[in-house]
């Protein structure tokens, strides 16, 4: 039920997954808006643009992004995995060329760079605080 925050059946109770999915957007958006203000190579408009670059990485994550590690396997293999920021920073580079000057990303040595930390603050963000925050509201 897309209403029910807190969804309960005979053997768990858990996060609807709607708030679930919403919770990890928004905690994306967060670390995108932090990002934005690290790096001066970086830019967002606004958390409104932010939050829409998230929604357009998601959906091209679980749409391209497959498709293009299945192509450069052998690459990433030769390089022992030191390709991998590069399909990430292609997407992130589709992003930008979707949302025009709302959200920039300048030069391709710095946008590896952000591309590796925006993958680990969002490593960061899942892990401490909204898998806790899911756990929690899946115990109550």
């Known amino acids: 039920d897309i209403m029910k925050i807190i969804v309960k059946n005979d053997k768990e109770v858990k996060l609807n997954k709607f708030i679930d999915w919403l919770l990890y957007m928004v905690g994306y958006t967060i670390v995108l808006t932090l990002v934005d203000q690290i790096f001066n190579s970086f830019d967002v408009e606004n958390i409104w643009y932010g939050f829409i670059a998230v929604l357009l990485i998601y959906i091209l994550n679980k749409t ?14 030769l390089t022992f995995g030191l390709f991998y920021p590069f399909i ?16 920039q990303i300048y030069g391709i040595w710095s946008g590896i760079l952000i591309a590796v930390v925006i993958s680990i603050m969002n490593y960061i963000m ?15």
């Open 64 to 77: 391209i992004k497959p498709l293009i590690v299945r192509l450069t396997i052998p690459i990433t293999a």
């Open 88 to 103: 990430n920073l292609f997407i992130l580079k589709l992003v930008d060329f979707i949302l025009g000057s709302h959200f």
């Open 126 to 140: 899942e892990e401490f605080i909204i898998k806790p925050i899911i756990r929690k509201c899946d115990n109550e």
